[in-house]
């Protein structure tokens, strides 16, 4: 999904480009290195019509779910555009793509934060049965987990496989023989999960609507 800006853009789609900006700003704790590029001529945007809309993000922090980068794509959204008041809004459901990367240190920020700590708790239940998750590396393009029960730590680390079936994410020990499937929202369909230089990478698709 990285794109180059190679067409010829209207003031309309600058300026709604300039206004996705402000508000992706705004409901995120940080972003940054944000591009976005939208392919829509004035006229097409006057219709309520945007052709494609491209948009990269990195460090991206929304409600402590954090991504070292975001890549997202969307095509033919119908909008309601209210240039008097800055207001925008979709009169369809659109079709989303997208990509996200996470480090070591991203999972680690999300799985012992305070709104997330749960899902934490659960890994390490359905899948070490332990009562809390200690510790998480990405090692060699491996998930490791470190977790304790009964405040006693477990000396060794355990290996952790990460695979989607069915639209999900699941985490998966072959020594335990348990996994435990990632609650994610209905409407976000997995595509694909891998590690890559350390970084887990996740494709999926989803609706949009604001």
Known sequence: MIFKQNHKKGVLAKLLEKGIK??????????SNITIDIESSSIQIIKGIIKK???TAKDVNYKDLLFD?????ANDMKIILKINNKE???????KIKFKVSLSENSLKTILFSHNWTWIG?????????QNKLEDIKIRNNQILFKASKDNEIINEEENVDIKVEKDKIFLENKSYKSSVEIPIEDKILIKDVSIKNNLIIIHANSTLSI
């Open 121 to 129: 708790k659960l890994l390490a239940q359905g899948i070490l049965n």
């Open 53 to 55: 809309i491209n948009i």
């Open 69 to 73: 980068e975001i890549e997202l794509e």
């Open 88 to 94: 925008l809004n979709l009169r369809n459901n659109c």
């Open 22 to 31: 402000i508000l992706l700003k705004k409901e995120c704790k940080n972003i």
